[in-house]
Each structure stands twice: as C-alpha cells, then as structure tokens.
Nanobody, 123 residues
C-alpha cells in the first residue's frame, strides 16, 4: 500500500515564499508522474504542477514562473516531490495535495493522494 506524507505549507505574506515536500512509501510497479494539486474553498481541485517519470513538467498558467517542482525517485519505492512557491499571492490560498500516479501491475494504474496541507497567503 502506497502512503504519502506531506510537510510544509503554512502562512505567508503576499510576495513571500513557502515550500512543500511529500514522500511516498510502499512499492509502485512503475511510476508515471508526481505532482501537486490544490483546492480552494468552493472550487474544484486543480493541477498546480506535475513532473512525469520522463521528466516532462507541467504547470498551471497561474503559477508559471513562480512555482518550481522537483522530484527524487529511488527504485519506485521511495519517491519525493517538492514544490517551491515564490512570490505567493492571496489567490494561491488553498489546501495543497500531493499526488503520485503509478502502475500497481502491468495493466492497472492508480492515483495516490496525500492528506493535504493548508497554504494561506495573507497580509
């Protein structure tokens, strides 16, 4: 069973920085992607940043140039994904969720989610 442990987040002033990290435990047959999603009150969960196993990176337009995702993968058994968030704005306020997508066997893939961590940007 894959489990994700998130850390980081908290309160920042506009223009400030925060960082998030997430480490997975449990073996994945084949890693597909790791990333971060967020959900603000009254809104749907949205992709913030994602990095595939082939090192392709995608960012939401709203965070391009401000957020940076990085990953460390060790034998698909322990994977870590980081999100460095700079120049934070009030609209970045949300619960941030770590996501790992991977194959559990040769044909079945699954999404795994962290418990979520609050990021609040306010003066």
């Amino acid at each position: 069973q894959v489990q994700l442990a998130e850390s980081g987040g908290g309160l920042a002033q506009p223009g400030g920085s925060l960082s998030l990290s997430c480490t997975s435990s449990g073996s994945i047959f084949r890693l597909v992607a790791m990333g971060w999603y967020r959900q603000a009150p009254g809104k749907e969960r949205e992709l913030v940043a994602q990095r595939t196993s082939g090192h392709n990176t995608n960012y939401a337009d709203s965070v391009k140039g401000r957020f940076t995702i990085s990953t460390i993968s060790r034998d698909n058994a322990k994977n870590t994904v980081y999100l460095q968030m700079n120049n934070l704005q009030p609209e970045d306020t949300a619960v941030y969720y770590c996501n790992v997508r991977g194959y559990v066997d040769v044909s079945q893939w699954s999404d795994y989610w962290g418990q979520g961590t609050q990021v609040t940007v306010s003066s």
